[in-house]
């Protein structure tokens, strides 16, 4: 089936630096979105990404949808303690009509 | 945020009773999903629906059913809780002006099975 290889897996940085993670995929995907997991709640939509090549931001956060379309990246600039929490990417197909996760980049960071 | 609630939000049984889980939904949003979330396994789909009475299976539905009788509930039943269902589950709903491509999360329900 689909999988998705998220990494890194868990990153702890010293505030102020910036943060970069990535998904790829054997297969090509339609949509790209990341989310970001705080403790104790749901997932929350940060970026989603529509195109191949497209890069969009959202504050400090910038995304972009690989051009292959079986990868995407997510940059975090300049983090803050708030920034804290775990990271998931996920891939839309078509095809197939569901959603596939990533593992999640757990991200702490030190004040 | 998109309206969703859970309920309950934990919950402790024993092997071999019968859980139901609740997800509520403000948005009339026509797509409702139940996932499980496990350490190492991230976000698995177990039941999905497209609209009032239509489900479908996901990746891990053994074990678990769904009911939808109404656009704004989606019933998640453990026929005979296994320790091996002990895990956080979320509902999740798509299909608003965001398409259905993106899917909003409720906040969760630990359920831990003795």
């Known amino acids: 089936g689909q999988q998705l290889n998220q990494s890194p897996q868990s990153m702890f940085i010293q505030e102020g630096e910036d943060v970069s993670m990535n998904c790829t995929s054997s297969?090509?995907?339609?949509?790209w979105l990341w989310y970001k997991q705080d403790p104790g709640e749901g997932p929350v939509l940060l970026i989603a990404?529509?195109?191949?090549?497209e890069l969009t931001s959202n504050g400090r956060l910038t995304a972009q949808f690989g051009i292959t379309r079986k990868d995407s990246f997510l940059n975090i600039s300049a983090s803050i303690p708030s920034d804290v929490g775990i990271y998931f990417c996920?891939?839309?197909?078509?095809?197939?009509?569901?959603?596939?996760f990533g593992q999640g980049t757990t991200l702490q960071v030190k004040p | 945020d998109a309206g969703i609630t859970q309920s309950p939000r934990h919950k402790v049984t024993e092997t071999g009773t019968p859980v139901t889980l609740r997800c509520h939904q403000t948005?009339?949003?026509?797509?409702m999903y139940w996932y499980r979330q496990d350490p190492g396994h991230g976000l698995r789909l177990i039941h999905y629906?497209?609209?009032?009475?239509?489900?479908d299976k996901g990746e891990v539905s053994d074990g678990y059913s769904v009911s939808r009788s109404k656009t704004e509930d989606f019933l998640l039943t453990l026929e005979s809780a296994t320790s091996s269902q002990t895990s956080v589950y979320f509902c999740?709903?798509?299909?608003?002006?965001?398409?259905?491509?993106?899917?909003?999360f409720g906040p969760g329900t630990r359920l831990t099975v003795l």
């Open positions: 999740a709903i798509s299909g608003g002006l965001a398409g259905v491509n993106e899917q909003f």
């Open positions: 297969s090509i995907f339609n949509t």
């Open positions: 990404l529509y195109k191949a090549g």
């Open positions: 996920a891939g839309f197909s078509s095809n197939t009509g569901k959603l596939i």
């Open positions: 948005e009339n949003h026509r797509y």
């Open positions: 629906s497209y609209g009032v009475k239509d489900t």
